[in-house]
């Protein structure tokens, strides 16, 4: 028999169990993990709806599908025409409202640009190319252009580049100082669309920044141009722009200073052709330095013997003409730092290309070295002294060749014992040594590539050997068809391309947007050449016409 405990307790089990599945609903967890989310927010309701005709509202509002948040909002968002007075942009949730502060014209059509300035609150995916557009008459201009971008050197079209235009009688007085009211950007395709534009004259441009503002104020920019207006009448498609890099128009040094070791880097804003340096102050200075130029003629390294001065007053020159003067201050005590280190020609998995001399490349400009502190070991064997010689090179006192008899499959080991080197200021190196191998002749090939050009024989022409990340091994000017030679390359993969030398200078010329200078065009070929071992290959390239440019 139970008693009056028990039955109490057995009349409030189901209430218990109602409590509990309440309770688990309530701690119920939204699933984790998953795939992210990479779709941007889309419009699901404008009011007033997009393309309004006879449009008389104060404000504008847009719903999306998510939550939103505005980015960088007056530098992406931009009016066409242009405002007085800017209209106000604030979003909330999934609203984004646009406020007007100014008085709209009469009987014109307005495009507004969001740019990139609409993303999701979670992943930050971006709503591209989104525009509203309205009329405050009976009328909607539905003029466009569209085109792709592509870049002049890699010939590849490219995404994320800002296409912009300006009416023609306001170009001069815009472009490069203001932001664009009318723009668009190009999609994973490089192609572009600039739509609701009105009958009239324009200049066009594609810009690519690292800092995208819309200006083309910065000499690392990428920009492209049309050489003549668009008459827009009716819808124009097809405008190719290609991006180049404009060499700046004015030389200026873009860095200066003093290294921990006491040399002084000279960076400039565009390579030179044949620069030289001078110390003008103090004038009796300039017989102690020495001067090391890089390989792109855009840097120099300048060493002085005597670092008794407080300041340095130095003259550049091009081709013998001066360019630009310049100065730096050091205190008459200050003190460097300095270690002579070497960096060698061998490859990450210490192998020298057969055939060439071990070079060393020193931190420091050397003095002299002394050989019976230098080991060369072959298998563990000393090598004679009178079997390998050191020489410096005389352009370049960082540089040393080491010179000797190479043998495949042996292991060698170069030492070079404390106080082996002296470098121009007295610095001497600690102990130091380098492990090696000769590389195969059998990884290295061959490669004759027979050149067909054009007919035309007043042309001119640079073929250019390029590897897998486009950097340009060889480079050779050509006048007619011919057969271009690459003896011993590693085996890989390579292209050829093909630059259509305008000015006979054997090299690609860059384009100046002002002077309405378009760069020498290029051309790559699509046949990728791949080489394998101890291999003697042959490749025919037929080079097209060049292509007109606009």
């Known amino acids: 028999m139970l008693n009056k405990k028990q039955v109490n307790f057995y009349n409030f089990i189901p209430y218990i169990f109602s409590a509990l599945f309440l309770f688990g609903c309530a701690a119920q967890q939204p699933p984790q993990g998953g795939p992210r989310d990479l779709t941007a927010p889309k419009l699901v309701k404008a009011t007033p709806a997009n393309k309004t005709r006879n449009f008389t509202a104060k404000e504008i509002n847009l719903e999306f599908d998510e939550f939103i948040k505005l980015t960088n909002t007056y530098q992406e968002i931009s009016m066409s025409p242009a405002m007085e007075k800017q209209p106000e942009y604030s979003s909330n949730k999934r609203n984004l409202t646009i406020k007007f502060k100014d008085t709209?014209?009469?009987?014109?059509?307005?495009?507004?640009?969001?740019?990139?300035?609409?993303?999701?609150?979670?992943?930050?995916?971006?709503?591209?190319?989104?525009?509203?557009?309205?009329?405050?008459?009976?009328?909607?201009?539905?003029?466009?252009?569209?085109?792709?971008?592509?870049?002049?050197?890699?010939?590849?079209?490219?995404?994320?580049?800002?296409?912009m235009i300006f009416p023609l009688k306001q170009d001069s007085l815009l472009f490069g100082k203001k932001k664009p009211s009318i723009f668009t950007t190009t999609d994973s395709s490089g192609n572009f669309s600039l739509?609701?534009?009105?009958?009239?004259?324009?200049?066009?441009?594609?810009?690519?920044?690292?800092?995208?503002?819309?200006?083309?104020?910065?000499?690392?920019?990428?920009?492209?141009?049309?050489?003549?207006?668009?008459?827009?009448?009716?819808?124009?498609?097809?405008?190719?722009?290609?991006?180049?890099?404009?060499?700046?128009?004015?030389?200026?040094?873009?860095?200066?200073?003093?290294?921990?070791?006491?040399?002084?880097?000279?960076?400039?804003?565009?390579?030179?052709?044949?620069?030289?340096?001078?110390?003008?102050?103090?004038?009796?200075?300039?017989?102690?330095?020495?001067?090391?130029?890089?390989?792109?003629?855009?840097?120099?390294?300048?060493?002085?013997?005597?670092?008794?001065?407080d300041s340095i007053r130095v003259a550049l020159y091009d081709n013998n003409k001066p360019i630009d003067t310049t100065s730096l201050k050091k205190g008459k005590k200050e003190t460097f730092q300095r270690s002579l280190t070497f960096q060698y020609n061998i490859g990450s998995n210490n192998l020298l290309k057969p055939g060439n001399d071990l070079r060393l490349t020193a931190s420091l400009p050397v003095e002299n070295f002394d050989n019976s502190q230098i080991t060369l070991n072959e298998d563990s064997i000393a090598v004679s002294l009178s079997d390998y010689t050191l020489q410096k090179d005389t352009g370049n006192l960082k540089r040393i060749a080491v010179r000797y008899r190479w043998r495949q499959g042996s292991k060698y080991e170069i030492i070079f014992n404390d106080g082996a080197f002296t470098s121009i200021y007295g610095d001497k190196n600690k102990r130091l040594s380098k492990k090696f191998q000769i590389d195969k002749t059998e990884n290295y090939s061959s490669l004759t590539v027979k050149i067909s050009v054009p007919p035309d024989t007043s042309k001119a022409y640079v073929v250019e050997l390029l590897n897998e990340q486009k950097v340009v091994l060889q480079s050779n000017p050509i006048r007619g068809n011919t057969s271009v030679v690459y003896n011993n390359f590693i085996t890989g993969k390579y292209m050829i391309r093909v630059i259509y030398d305008e000015n006979k200078n054997g090299k690609w010329d860059s384009g100046n947007v002002h002077q309405k200078r378009q760069p020498e065009n290029t051309w790559v070929s699509d046949k990728v050449i791949a080489l394998r071992p101890n291999w003697e290959a042959e490749e025919s390239v037929t080079v097209p016409k060049e292509p007109v440019t606009p």
């Open 195 to 309: 739509n609701n534009l009105r009958d009239d004259n324009y200049r066009i441009y594609a810009l690519k920044e690292a800092s995208p503002n819309k200006i083309f104020d910065n000499d690392n920019e990428l920009i492209a141009f049309l050489k003549k207006p668009i008459h827009l009448k009716s819808d124009t498609s097809n405008v190719q722009l290609n991006l180049f890099k404009q060499l700046p128009e004015k030389f200026r040094f873009a860095e200066k200073r003093f290294d921990t070791d006491g040399k002084m880097l000279f960076v400039f804003n565009k390579a030179l052709t044949k620069p030289a340096m001078k110390v003008i102050y103090p004038a009796d200075m300039d017989r102690q330095k020495l001067v090391e130029f890089s390989k792109t003629k855009d840097t120099a390294s300048v060493y002085m013997r005597n670092m008794g001065f």
């Open 104 to 163: 709209l014209q009469k009987n014109t059509t307005y495009v507004i640009n969001f740019g990139k300035s609409i993303q999701d609150v979670n992943e930050g995916n971006v709503v591209k190319n989104f525009t509203y557009v309205f009329s405050t008459g009976p009328h909607i201009d539905s003029l466009s252009i569209s085109g792709s971008v592509t870049n002049t050197l890699t010939q590849e079209k490219e995404k994320d580049v800002t296409v």
